[in-house]
């Protein structure tokens, strides 16, 4: 099945304390983007990898970190998370041009 | 500037009745694409339909249709006999070639009423 995973699903931490939300894709898409989702605010890009070893900053990219060192994975860190980041992630990948799939979401929140 | 703007945070329809979602888009890019997402309450996000900017039919998928006017830079999506089902989160996209950015809008809140 095709699909984007992404874990944890939820995920409650304290203040400082880094951490990784794993994504991965099994369609061989180049395309691999992070989102946050606010309320009110919509979703909002926070870095995007056209491909294996390139990634760009999207809209919000303070305080995250990405790496593409697999076509399949693209994983998000928080180096030192801070509860401003409290928020929804959603991990996407795509063939450049067509539509994002979209993984299930993972639940953050930072005390 | 907002890429992407939704000006109505909830809307409401009757069941069986057709809807239109509003959304206009800012960018000085020839060549981009308009996507609309569907987010349901259990909170997937779902693709539901795509307009390229140099396709001249607007984009229809079953119920689904983008009205697409490019000259007022709009991508209005229509959902046309309303199902107790629509009731969701719906967001427009656009993706610029240059840059190969996706930007979401705000989102509008669907319900519809039985």
């Known amino acids: 099945e095709a699909q984007v995973t992404q874990n944890p699903r939820y995920l409650i931490t304290v203040t400082g304390k880094k951490l990784t939300v794993t994504c991965s894709q099994n369609?061989?898409?180049?395309?691999m983007s992070w989102y946050r989702q606010d309320p009110g605010l919509g979703l909002r890009q926070i870095y995007y990898s056209m491909n294996v070893e390139v990634t760009d900053k999207g809209d919000v990219p303070e305080g995250y970190k990405v790496s593409r060192k697999e076509k399949r994975n693209f994983p998000l860190i928080l180096e030192s998370p801070s509860p401003n980041q409290t928020s929804l992630y959603f991990c996407?990948?795509?063939?450049?041009?067509?539509?994002?799939?979209f993984g299930p979401g993972t639940r953050l929140t930072v005390t | 500037a907002q890429k992407i703007t939704q000006t109505q945070p909830g809307m409401f329809v009757q069941e069986k009745e057709a809807v239109t979602l509003d959304c206009t888009y800012d960018t000085s890019d020839q060549s981009y694409g308009l996507f609309w997402y569907k987010q349901p309450s259990s909170g997937e996000m779902i693709f539901l339909i795509y307009q390229g900017s140099y396709d001249e039919q607007n984009a229809t998928e079953g119920r689904y249709s983008l009205n697409f006017q490019k000259a007022r830079k709009s991508a209005n999506l229509v959902i046309s006999a309303s199902q107790l089902g629509d009731s969701a989160m719906y967001f427009c996209?656009?993706?610029?070639?240059?840059?190969?950015?996706?930007?979401f809008g705000t989102g509008t809140s669907l319900t519809v009423i039985p």
């Open positions: 996407a990948s795509s063939t450049p041009g067509y539509e994002q799939y």
């Open positions: 996209a656009m993706r610029e070639v240059t840059g190969n950015q996706f930007y």
């Open positions: 369609m061989n898409h180049e395309y």
